[in-house]
């Protein structure tokens, strides 16, 4: 059974050209003109485009008391529908756990993926154990360990674990990930702002200002050039923390940063609504910037000092976050948005002239492809490359609600705005995935991806670090070895 897409007109990172493209067995068979097929997609008006892929989910994540309410099951569905073909989550040990049981927990929960998936190991402690365990991690394709500078008391990592973790990602060729929020000053600020009587969900904005994830992100690119790894940052909210990268990136360090959906669309505002439910719904870490940080944010999107664009999708129900009344430090942290990634991008990005469609096809999938080393298996459209592709309709319209979307949860942050550009069919590895509204890829489609370790940028890295590297200085008739 082979599906043929005609009419439309194929957009990657770097090219835009008419084509058809043929599928068959799961992955792009050919590419040209005037192809058959047993079916035929239309894609008439429509790009082409690599599936979205979203580096940054927790799906039935335990955090905070409870489980983030969007499993793989939902999670999945809510990617597809929004035009995103695999999304990464975060493998998560408690700690003292050991890092092969928290991915039997993770294998487990990802077996009814409507979608393919893979995941980062979080390193929440670390320990002999933990080091020896890395490499098994990476031998089975987990090849990015993440790395939390905030939540104190759970999740936190100090700077001395931080280095020895980032140390061995660089010797086993991985990427090292960081939260950067300075968790010490967080959680002072928090005990303050409780005692002053700031007990709302805008108390969680006071205790996580843009300086606090600034000095975190420095120290994070610091130490990861002391160890000699590649560092992706995720949730980039603020210029503070772009400055960093960015300067980072103009000294050749190899850094990445990653915005989210809601940083580029939502503001700070949100968040002094007098609704309680509203405010506390939007609670998320770091927390929504203001208009300043949104425009360095799309700036450095355009600029390419910015790479990917994820959701950090973690989605609570009202009643969950409910359980931090009185005290915003006990409302769940995290937001929805992987149904609406694609959509709100190319709204606020493509169709205001910000982000160019090969821009949009580069920060939504093919950027991440490369830097997690699945590229061209992922984030491309190339014969051989897998069928995870987005027909994508840029004249389609809606109004975003919660109201028949496929997240679990009961309501969305990006409630009322109106969105033009959606999918009209999603493929997931060749099969239809989406289409006239529906899911159409059964429960356990997905399948996990498996990413080799030693990237070209990790061995020019090394090759670099080992150029550079301290050497004794030769003198005559002094020893420089046994001390
Ligand atoms: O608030 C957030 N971002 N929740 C999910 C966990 C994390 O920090 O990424
Ligand atoms: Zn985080
Ligand atoms: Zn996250
Ligand atoms: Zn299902």
Redo the contacts with the bound molecule.
């Keep these: 059974m082979s599906t043929v897409i005609k009419n439309g007109t194929i957009v990657t990172a770097d090219l835009t050209y008419a084509a058809d493209v043929l599928i068959e067995g799961g992955k792009i068979a050919a590419i040209g003109k005037g192809l058959v097929g047993d079916e035929v997609l239309d894609a008439t008006g429509c790009y082409i485009m690599p599936g979205g892929i979203d580096p940054h989910t ?1 799906l039935e994540m335990p ?1 905070m008391g409870t489980y983030s309410s969007d499993d793989f099951e939902s999670g999945t569905r809510a990617a597809l529908a929004g035009g995103t073909t695999m999304v990464v989550d975060f493998a998560l040990p408690n700690p003292g756990q050991s890092l092969l049981d928290a991915l039997k927990v993770w294998d487990n929960k990802s077996g009814r993926a409507h979608c393919d998936y893979s995941f980062h190991m979080a390193v929440t402690w670390w320990g002999e154990q933990v080091f020896e365990e890395m490499a098994e991690v990476v031998d089975r394709g987990i090849t990015s360990f993440k790395h ?1 500078m905030a939540y104190k008391g759970s999740l936190m990592v100090n700077d001395d674990e931080m280095f020895s973790s980032f140390r061995r990602v660089g010797d086993l060729g991985g990427v090292a990930l960081v ?1 950067a929020e300075n968790g010490d000053v967080v959680a002072e600020l928090s005990a303050r702002l409780l005692a002053e009587g700031n007990t709302g969900p805008e108390g969680h904005a006071y205790s996580r200002p843009p300086q606090v994830e600034g000095e975190a992100t420095n120290r994070a690119i610091m130490i990861a050039d002391m160890a000699g790894v590649p560092l992706y940052v ?2 980039t909210s603020c210029e503070e923390s772009h400055e960093a990268i960015r300067r980072a990136r103009q000294a050749g360090k190899r850094v990445w940063g990653e915005p989210l959906i809601q940083h580029l669309t939502l503001d700070e505002s949100e968040y002094f609504n007098p609704d309680w439910d509203h405010a506390a719904r939007r609670v ?2 770091p927390p929504f910037r203001n208009k300043a940080h949104q425009d360095s944010l799309w700036n450095g999107l355009a600029a390419g000092s910015l790479s990917c664009v994820a959701t ?1 999708h ?1 989605a609570f129900t009202s009643a969950q976050k409910r359980t931090g009344i009185g005290d915003f430090t006990k409302i769940p ?2 937001t929805g948005g992987l149904e609406d990634r694609l959509p709100m991008l190319w709204t606020h990005g493509v169709n205001t002239g910000r982000l160019t469609p090969n821009e949009f096809v580069a920060v939504t999938s093919t950027n991440i492809a490369k830097i997690l080393n699945m590229y061209p298996k992922k984030g491309a459209v190339l014969v051989g490359s897998d069928a995870d592709l987005v027909i994508w309709d840029p004249e389609a319209e809606k109004v975003i609600s919660a109201k028949g979307q496929q997240s679990a949860i009961d309501y969305n942050v990006f409630e009322g705005q109106h969105v033009k550009g959606l999918p009209r069919y999603t493929l997931s590895r060749g099969v239809v995935a989406w289409r006239d509204g529906k899911i159409e890829s059964p429960e356990g489609h997905g399948e996990f991806v498996a990413r080799p370790a030693r990237p070209a940028v990790n061995r020019a890295l090394s090759a670099w670090k080992e150029l550079t590297a301290p050497r004794p200085v030769q003198r005559a008739g002094i020893p420089v070895s046994g001390v």
Aim: with cysteine; hydrophobic share 35%.
């Design positions: 927790h955090f939390f939260h995720v949730h998320m870490s950090d973690c942290n995290g």
